[in-house]
């Protein structure tokens, strides 16, 4: 058979990701209708749309490697954060919708600020897909607060993947990027650091999907708190002294972070559903 029809593939891609997907349906939708170039009311307005064996060959090649337990985002090669379309590939960490608490509140700290200096700064440590710079940028501008935005990474191909996403936004003039290991070729003080850095403990156990995203993004050594240890050690100097730091970490190491963070004299705020399982922390000088 070299064509069928819309509707039948659907169902037999859907009954394949059974067990795989936790919305067998909207994921064989998804990846049907990238392959297609349709939009997903096609599903609806044209049932009976005819398939090519070429097509169906490319959407089985997606299924097998979903079944295998790759993500949907690399499958696609893009993530939606924060309403933002964001390229994704193996050198980035997929944006995770809790992340975007972050972007809130790091938008909540500079509307408090804005009436304070002509313009404010704020630094996306470790940027990654750039998606917390994106969107903070995106929001910022959304309610005129003057920011101007550096973004930095360790890894060359993640900070491509960046730009390539602040171009396809719109937004590259709104933010600088810099090749550099956390802080080392960071030289000047911001008012506003996000960070979601890798926080996960070396023997921890994770979900076959992770295993497909980079090791430097996820692990943090023994403890999980390598990364941490680097950040609040450096707070000092690239923070201005009415900043604040909003960062996300690995509920379990909470009482661990505290200390780091109280070793170094500064005030920590946690945040997140409920104790103990918040995950995110603000420190302030």
Not at 19 to 26: E, H, K, R, S, T
Request: with cysteine; net charge neutral; glycine share 4%.
């Amino acid at each position: 058979m070299n064509t069928i029809k819309l509707t039948e593939f659907l169902k037999f891609s859907s009954d394949l990701l059974k067990g795989v997907a936790n919305n067998p349906q909207l994921e064989a939708r998804l990846i049907i209708a990238d392959v297609l170039k349709i939009d997903r009311l096609n599903f609806i307005s044209k049932p009976d749309l005819l398939m090519s064996k070429d097509q169906i060959k490319i959407i089985a090649t997606h299924i097998r490697k979903r079944r295998a337990g790759q993500p949907l985002s690399l499958i696609l090669g893009e993530k939606e954060f924060f309403s933002l379309n964001f390229k994704v590939n193996q050198y980035v960490l997929t944006p995770r919708p809790e992340s975007e608490f972050l972007v809130e509140r790091g938008i909540y700290h500079l509307e408090k600020m804005q009436s304070q200096k002509e313009k404010l700064k704020a630094l996306d440590l470790g940027t990654g897909s750039g998606a917390l710079a994106c969107a903070l940028a995106s929001e910022s501008a959304k309610k005129k607060i003057n920011l101007a935005i550096t973004a930095s990474d360790v890894c060359e191909l993640a900070l491509k993947t960046a730009k390539e996403n602040a171009c396809r936004l719109n937004i590259s003039d709104q933010i600088s990027f810099v090749l550099s290991d956390w802080f080392s070729n960071i030289d000047e003080k911001f008012d506003l650091i996000l960070c979601n850095p890798p926080y996960l403990m070396e023997k921890s156990t994770v979900g076959v999907e992770t295993l497909y995203e980079p090791i430097k993004a996820l692990y943090a050594g023994k403890d999980g708190l390598d990364a941490y240890r680097l950040i609040v050690k450096n707070l000092r100097n690239c923070l201005e002294d009415s900043g604040v730091f909003v960062g996300e970490f690995d509920p379990t190491a909470k009482g661990k972070l505290l200390e780091l963070a109280e070793a170094c004299q500064l005030k920590c705020s946690l945040f997140g559903e409920t104790e103990p399982t918040s995950r995110f922390i603000e420190i302030n000088l």
